[in-house]
């Protein structure tokens, strides 16, 4: 269990990288699918804790907390719904994982359940800022191309698009826990003297430049108010018009103050402050993580030039569990 303990807490600290944006696996992966490749990274690191660990639960919830905690450290303005994401991803893979067989189904059931609730939950928080006219607003292009293609249909525009949008996430997800299934089966049969780097052959990389949270924000909320404002303006017809659209602009940005100023800061505090009071009582375990980082990421980034001979799923495959098992198996150079 001693070499486990050691796999666990590599484990964890390549959680805390990934969740925290420092580099490592994100600024590979600079795509528009970023969100559901750190998903599929995280369950799948949860995934390994649990295979790695005797008692389950207690190990993914030390873990998570850990992971918290550093995240709070490094990235201070991550909005609360990072938080909620990462914890709802560590709580259902230790009730999932703890009570059930290691079959292709529990990984899948995983990926599937995680997967939609990140996607639900863009839904609700788009339905809270927009309102249902954001809604609406998509059913009136949708009417304005189905008359110009002499298609009608009783089925809503929003209807069709929300479906398409939860199978993919579902679909990905099940994806998902067949990739971890097999990521897990490829990582167990590999030994410490299969994957060693030593430390004098690790190059540094600078990391990344990346667009602010809030400066994300801006402009997701200025292009989605200019397509409801448009739909009303110029499709709506006498019952909409300019007027409508200027209230749910001006709605959306009181919203959006509302959270990102009172309800949004309150609720991070509450989770702050919580995890200011454990963090005395892991902080070995979260120096000993963040210790870890800068090898981690050079030995990423190692990897992925190492598999640069490979091209498409081939490529992903052998770097993830080439990166993984590196990175569980390298040993800290002493000082």
Not at 8 to 29: C, M
Not at 49 to 60: G, H, P, S
Not at 233 to 250: E, P, R
Request: hydrophobic fraction near 50%; aromatic fraction near 14%; include cysteine.
């Amino acid at each position: 269990m001693k070499s486990n303990k050691s796999i666990i807490d590599k484990l964890t600290a390549l959680w805390a990288l990934n969740e925290s944006g420092l580099g490592g696996f994100l600024h590979v992966f600079n795509t528009p699918f970023t969100g559901l490749i750190v998903g599929g990274i995280s369950i799948l690191l949860i995934s390994l804790i649990a295979f790695y660990a005797e008692n389950k639960w207690q190990a993914i919830l030390k873990a998570l907390l850990i992971v918290l905690i550093i995240k709070m450290a490094v990235s201070p303005y991550s909005p609360f719904g990072a938080y909620v994401a990462v914890s709802f991803q560590a709580l259902f893979g230790a009730l999932l994982l703890s009570n059930f067989s290691w079959k292709g189904a529990t990984l899948m059931i995983l990926g599937m359940v995680t997967f939609l609730e990140s996607a639900i939950q863009k839904i609700f928080i788009l339905t809270i800022v927009y309102g249902t006219e954001l809604w609406e607003a998509i059913n009136i292009y949708g009417a304005w191309v189905q008359n110009k293609l002499n298609f009608i249909s009783e089925t809503s525009t929003t209807s069709v698009l929300v479906t398409i949008y939860l199978l993919v996430y579902g679909i990905c997800g099940l994806l998902a826990g067949l990739f971890i299934k097999s990521m897990i089966n490829i990582i167990a049969n590999k030994t410490e003297s299969d994957f060693y780097i030593e430390p004098d052959n690790l190059d540094s990389d600078a990391t990344p430049s990346k667009v602010s949270f809030k400066a994300k924000v801006i402009w997701v909320w200025l292009i989605t108010v200019a397509v409801i404002v448009l739909a009303f303006a110029f499709f709506g017809g006498d019952l909409f018009g300019w007027k409508k659209g200027v209230y749910i602009m001006l709605r959306s940005f009181l919203i959006l103050m509302l959270w990102y100023l009172v309800i949004g800061p309150f609720l991070l505090k509450l989770v702050q402050k919580y995890l200011r009071k454990k963090e005395s009582q892991y902080q070995e375990d979260i120096t000993n993580a963040m210790d870890l980082f800068p090898y981690f990421r050079q030995i990423i980034s190692f990897t992925w030039k190492e598999t640069k001979h490979l091209k498409g799923y081939t490529r992903f495959k052998h770097f993830m569990a080439n990166s993984i098992s590196n990175c569980i198996h390298f040993k800290m150079p002493s000082k």
